[in-house]
């Protein structure tokens, strides 16, 4: 257990030093967050817009931090070759990722925290009745889409393309789901595109959770689906991850 | 005493490149072995099958007694590794990182003795990628050594290196060696064979085509004597010295003639390498 804490504090001594990840990681939701709270105003189904905007920028932060930011990390630090140096060392390749994964969900804790304290300080936006499912799904969410970016990770082929695929995946992702704000507007075909990627079915479940007080556990399917994205991924991580670089 | 690595009749295959080609070799505990060979000779294919990242085809292999196939943690706990290219988080100090590795073993060096022990410690609060490539060079032995190994790999420690680098790396080699450590070093350079090893095994093509102290390899080869008649080199290579510089001279004095530019010379351990790396094109 000591070992594995210590791992998870040297993640977090790497993440907060390293500004880039800080910054883009981090910090890139909350930013988008106080943006677009500031730009929109109004009510959306009865309630102000902020009851909106609060849980969709932290399920963007799903996708950003616990997909994005956790594919990102592996890569790079398996073109380094530091996955290669771990495995001469006595620490546990399995304990190695556990510790990477929790340092994530760390990391993503703190943005969903920031975010909320935002809403709270600047935009009189309060927890909804229903929060332990809300607190559940966003769990739910970081843990499936950390699943998926093991199996990215393992995809992607070099570090200076990480970020552009991570990006190119999530923004559009966020921006057709509903994570930006709400999609009912979009032309159709956007709507049919959106129900196939995974973070709509997260802020559906959000949104019910949110607007209709229905607690997670009332929402099978889309918890499901969300369940069969992570699964899968995590099957590709199990197939084709690698601890050594490419071949130069 | 047992030896610290053992290998017998190794074999590798990368699909149908057999790059290691049933290679036999023992080092004993404290002693440094230097696998020497060109580039795609199988020397980092042989030493990462003993740091336990590649499986073997064939033969057997024991490091400190263990298997290292079954990457067994009390292994790991005793090896200290240098890969060829491997790289440390830019933005954590010098001092971080090898605390941070430190953490992994159950009982590690003191972190301050490894910074004085691998010079850096100027640099002990310096962001790694404030280091020269020389500096990283030192952290990765640094962190090699920060679990108080017993063996320790170095892969071509020194490519890339101006000379001043090589001979400070030279230099921290032999401290090692002063501590006790096993220690198995790949090279391609002679001169650092030559240098550092206690043995030295000669690898080409996935074969050891010759294995012995850096002495007893020069002592295996043949003289060399030169002389100039007529206006040519003559060279007569002989492993009786004593025997045909005799007759060269007594037929000279004889004939009441000078050997111009006579000389009798060993051939040096870089001849005796190249003689054998030559071999393989005939």
Known sequence: ?248 | MAAAVDVSELRKSYGDHEAVRGITFRIEEGEVFCLLGPNGAGKTTTVEILEGYRSRDAGEVTVLGLDPGRRERTLRERMGVVLQHSETWPQVTVAETLRIYAGYYCDPRDVDEVIELVGLREKRDARVKTLSGGQKRRLDLGLALVGNPDIVFLDEPTTGFDPQARRNAWEMIRGLRALGKTILLTTHYLDEAQQLADRVAVLRDGLIVTEGTPAELVASSRTEIRYRENGEVRVVETDEPTQALHELTSRAVGQGRELEELEVRRRSLEDVYLELLREDET
């Open chain 1, 1 to 248: 257990m000591s070992l594995f804490a210590h791992q998870v504090r040297a993640d977090q001594l790497v993440f907060w030093r390293g500004r880039e990840s800080a910054i883009f990681v981090f910090l890139f939701p909350v930013l988008l967050f106080l943006l677009l709270s500031t730009v929109y105003s109004g009510a959306y189904r009865g309630q102000p817009i902020t009851d909106y905007l609060v849980p969709s920028l932290i399920t963007y932060g799903v996708a950003n931090t616990a997909f994005g930011g956790l594919a990102i990390i592996l890569v790079v630090r398996r073109e380094l070759g530091i996955l290669k140096r771990i495995r001469a060392t006595p620490l546990p390749a399995p304990m190695y990722l556990a510790a990477t994964l929790c340092s994530i969900l760390l990391v993503f804790a703190l943005q969903a925290a920031a975010i909320m304290g935002l809403g709270l300080l600047l935009y009189d936006w309060h927890l909804p009745s229903q929060w332990p499912s809300l607190f559940a799904a966003f769990l739910l969410g970081a843990v499936c889409f950390a699943g998926m970016g093991f199996g990215a990770a393992s995809l992607i082929r070099s570090s200076e393309g990480a970020s552009a695929v991570v990006n190119v995946v999530t923004l559009p992702m966020a921006f057709l789901s509903g994570g930006f704000g709400p999609t009912r507007d979009f032309p159709d075909v956007l709507q049919a595109i959106a129900d196939v990627l995974p973070l709509t079915y997260l802020v559906d479940v959000v949104q019910e959770i949110v607007y209709e007080g229905n607690p997670i556990w009332d929402q099978p399917a889309a918890v499901g689906v969300l369940l069969a994205w992570g699964v899968a991924g995590t099957l590709i991580a199990m197939r084709y991850f690698a601890w050594e670089p490419r071949e130069r």
